[in-house]
Nanobody, 117 residues
Framework: QVELVESGGGLVQSGGTLRLSCAVS????????MGWYRQAPGKQRELVAG????????PFYADSAKARFTVSRDDTKTVSLGMNSVKPEDTAVYYC??????????WGQGTQVTVSS
């Protein structure tokens, strides 16, 4: 079992910055991937960025996040998403995700990010 709690969401102006954090607890040693997803109203949940924990922490990004967002594993219990040059289309509920060795996915409760134009 892995527990995830997001924080750091809020209202930000277009072009601004925001940093999301995810506190991880439970069976951390079973985690193979950590990531951030988002879901905008009326749309499917989509990958934003992630880290392959088993491959030296190699990050990967969706095209929409490249060059603007940075995912990092600050320590074994915290994963962050730095968001720069945010756009109105970044408005969504952002979810922290972890995948463990047996393929099971765990999700946080989500944190709202709203970008005003």
């Amino acid at each position: 079992q892995v527990e995830l709690v997001e924080s750091g969401g809020g209202l930000v102006q277009s072009g601004g910055t925001l940093r999301l954090s995810c506190a991880v607890s439970g069976m951390i040693f079973t985690i193979t991937h950590m990531g951030w997803y988002r879901q905008a109203p009326g749309k499917q949940r989509e990958l934003v960025a992630g880290i392959n924990v088993t491959n030296g922490g190699t990050p990967f990004y969706a095209d929409s996040a490249k060059a603007r967002f940075t995912v990092s594993r600050d320590d074994t219990k915290t994963v962050s998403l730095g968001m720069n040059s945010v756009k109105p289309e970044d408005t969504a509920v952002y979810y922290c995700n972890s995948r463990v060795r047996n393929g099971m996915n765990y999700w946080g409760q989500g944190t709202q990010v709203t970008v005003s134009s």
